[in-house]
Nanobody, 126 residues
């Protein structure tokens, strides 16, 4: 079981930046896919970016060039830490942002993840 805890959401003015953080614990090994999704009010959940088990980044075309995904290992070697650097934010980026993880190959291609965090709210004001 992987437990995911997001942080770093908040309110920001249009054109600003935020960095989201997700701490993943509960699985002994570090090589598994992790991703960021978001869900805006009245819309479905949208996949934004992922880092594969081999550390290859993947982006949805809607955010490529504005959002940057990265991952590191905690100093105690017990957690994966996933980041999402979001730049040039617009009100359309307002949503709840979720971290996700999966031990299976192809999860990002399918947009199908087993483990989810509780989400963190991002609000972009015009």
């Amino acid at each position: 079981q992987i437990v995911l805890v997001e942080s770093g959401g908040g309110s920001v003015q249009a054109g600003g930046s935020l960095r989201l953080r997700c701490a993943a614990s509960g699985y002994r090994y570090s090589a598994y896919v992790m991703a960021w999704f978001r869900q805006a009010p009245g819309k479905g959940r949208e996949g934004l970016a992922a880092i594969e088990a081999d550390d290859s980044p993947r982006y949805d075309g809607s955010v490529e060039g504005r959002f940057i995904i990265s991952k590191e290992r905690s100093k105690d070697d017990k957690e994966n830490i996933l980041f999402l650097q979001m730049n040039d934010l617009t009100p359309e980026d307002t949503a709840i942002y979720y971290c996700a993880a999966d031990l299976r190959g192809g999860a990002w291609v399918r947009r199908d993840f087993e483990y989810w965090g509780q989400g963190t709210q991002v609000t972009v004001n015009s």
